[in-house]
């Protein structure tokens, strides 16, 4: 057990939908990862944000946003979903926003219908 | 093209033998990751490495900066081994992270 916890587990939706992903970090730590795994793409990093600020920003697609709120757990928003992001969104946890270890979640598994 | 490269893509080895896992990389970097993937989907690190070489067990990550490479090595290696190695690095320019592929290990009894 990393100490990181993301729920869903699961999420199944529909096309068009819009789903919110939650992540509590390990506690202690300041930033907060967000991946996403697909069959096709493998892992692609989406976001990071470090004690509330974004941090640095990778392929994250405008319909998606993510926000850290003062409590340290993060949300990733997604919108007007389509089946291509069926995938697995992992969330992972270190103590600064640099170099460090990162400690990942168990993943939400999205599944778009 | 993909910033960071990882051969082989898969690998069936016997117990016991020793195991080496190679990543190459595009972009200049601040670290690298070793993760693990294990069947049921979880995530751990291994290793993350800016310089030299690290030792947990019996894996062995090392890097060379100038020459962009990096390896995974498991000595005695294990069926409980088995698992998807996955190479990552963050770059020093914008704190991007890229990833490899992945390599599938497969150790037999």
């Known amino acids: 057990d990393s100490g990181v916890t993301q729920t869903p587990k699961h999420l199944i939706t529909a096309t068009g939908q819009r789903v919110t992903l939650r992540c509590s970090p390990r506690?202690?730590?300041?930033?907060v990862y967000w991946y996403q795994q697909s069959l096709d793409q493998g892992l692609q990093f989406l976001i990071q944000y470090y004690n509330g600020e974004e941090r640095a920003k990778g392929n994250i697609l405008e319909r998606f946003s993510a926000q850290q709120f003062p409590d340290l757990h993060s949300e990733l928003n997604l919108s007007s979903l389509e089946l291509g992001d069926s995938a697995l969104y992992f969330c992972?946890?270190?103590?600064w926003g640099g170099g460090n270890e990162q400690f990942f979640g168990p993943g939400t598994r999205l599944t778009v219908l | 093209k993909n910033e960071v490269e990882q051969s082989p893509q898969n690998l069936t080895a016997q117990e016991g033998e020793f195991i080496t896992i190679n990543c190459s990389y595009s972009?200049?970097?601040?670290?690298l990751h070793w993760l693990q993937q294990h069947p049921g989907g979880g995530i751990v690190s291994l290793f993350m490495l800016s310089s030299g070489k690290k030792k947990h067990g019996r894996l062995i990550a090392t890097i060379n900066i100038q020459e962009k490479h990096s390896s995974l090595h498991i000595t005695a290696s294990h069926p409980r081994d088995s698992a998807v190695y996955i190479c990552a690095v963050r770059a020093n320019t914008g704190n991007q992270f890229y990833f490899g592929t992945g390599t599938s290990l497969t150790v037999i009894p």
């Open positions: 972009v200049g970097i601040s670290a």
């Open positions: 992972a946890s270190s103590v």
């Open positions: 506690s202690g730590d300041l930033s």
